[in-house]
Antibody, heavy 119, light 110 residues
């Protein structure tokens, strides 16, 4: 079955970087893209961006431009999201999800990765 | 503050029907498909509706979606206690060139 498995919990200090992985299985990786979303404690979902696993094209949320980089490794069917210059308000659960395009129909989702930013 | 507006909460009794609205603008809902997700407590979201009104395999027909102009609606009939969750709408904004989610609606089945 189609499955996305994310890397584990991270604890980072302000100013550091984090790189979350999302390993896909059960489908041809390059046929779809991967979207990244996050959810701060007690808050709603925030769209962070999307990357095509076919050609590496990306769309990033404006408020994260310059701090976020999304990449894929087609040899291992894994997507990565790196967020730099971490702040306390980056504390959230980060999700990856498969989609054909950047604008929705995200299915399925990874289990989520908790990133805590604290001094 | 989300560009897509959802009511913070809705409630209804078991067996009843509820609708959840998602209001946007011409550049997002008015021009693009809408998806809906269910997020049970402590879990990842699950796709319920895509392309405004289509259900993925395995989603019961108690769940339905519709779109009119710059608003979309999720309907749930035959409410069950297991439907208690947060529900989110999602679409693309052609002007901002970004994806976006509604603020989410908490469904309580009384």
């Amino acid at each position: 079955q189609v499955q996305l498995v994310q890397s584990g919990t991270e604890m980072k200090k302000p100013g550091a970087s984090v790189k979350v992985s999302c390993k896909a299985s059960g489908y041809t990786f390059t046929t779809y893209g991967i979207g990244w979303m996050r959810q701060a404690p007690g808050q709603g979902l925030e769209w962070m961006g999307w990357i095509s696993a076919y050609n590496g094209d990306t769309n990033y949320a404006q408020n994260l431009q310059g701090r976020v980089t999304m990449t894929t490794d087609t040899s291992t069917s894994t997507a990565y999201m790196e967020l730099r210059s971490l702040r306390s308000d980056d504390t959230a659960v980060y999700f990856c999800a498969r989609s054909l395009g950047p604008g929705g129909r995200f299915d399925p989702w990874g289990q989520g990765t908790l990133v805590t930013v604290s001094s | 503050q989300s560009v897509l507006t959802q009511p913070p909460s809705v409630s209804a009794a078991p067996g009843q029907k509820v609708t959840i609205s998602c209001s946007g603008s011409i550049s997002n809902i008015g021009s693009n498909y809408v998806s809906w997700y269910q997020q049970l407590p402590g879990t990842a979201p699950k796709l319920l509706i895509y392309d405004n009104d289509k259900r993925p395999s395995g989603i019961p027909d108690r769940f339905s979606g519709s779109k009119s102009g710059t608003s979309a609606t999720l309907g749930i009939t035959g409410l069950q206690t297991g439907d208690e969750a947060d529900y989110y709408c999602d679409t693309w904004d052609s002007s901002l060139r970004t994806g976006m989610f509604g603020g989410g609606t908490k469904l309580t089945v009384l």
